[in-house]
């Protein structure tokens, strides 16, 4: 079982930045591919972006695409999701997620992190 914890969430206004990072500890890391997703109030959970164990490929839902960008640090073990231009409806609890393989983390993640707040003013 893998352990992930979040942190970097808080208030951005509109057009800002956040960092999140996810740590992760238990099972061996470097072989897991990463990913996140977010959970809006009243809305379904939506899928934000995945990269595979080794780091070369990333694949983001539509909403995100060109703003936000993956990244991970097999050394620390820890993923970053960098959410550039942000927009008020990417206000959302965010979370980190592991599988074994890019497919399995969009489909069915084997472990969830608690989540971290993102708050977008406008």
């Known amino acids: 079982q893998v352990q992930l914890v979040e942190s970097g969430g808080g208030l951005v206004q509109a057009g800002g930045s956040l960092r999140l990072s996810c740590a992760a500890s238990?099972?061996?890391?470097?072989?897991?591919?990463m990913g996140w997703f977010r959970q809006a109030p009243g809305k379904e959970r939506e899928f934000v972006g995945v990269?595979?164990?080794?780091?070369?490929?990333?694949y983001y839902g539509d909403s995100v695409k060109g703003r936000f960008s993956i990244s991970r640090d097999n050394t620390k073990n820890t993923v970053y999701l960098q959410m550039n231009s942000l927009k008020p409806e990417d206000t959302a609890v965010y979370y980190c997620?592991?599988?074994?393989?890019?497919?399995?983390?969009?489909?069915?993640?084997?472990?969830w992190g608690p989540g971290t707040q993102v708050t977008v003013s406008s």
């Open positions: 997620v592991v599988g074994s393989t890019t497919r399995m983390v969009v489909t069915t993640p084997e472990s």
């Open positions: 238990g099972r061996t890391y470097s072989s897991y591919a």
């Open positions: 990269i595979s164990w080794s780091g070369g490929s990333a």
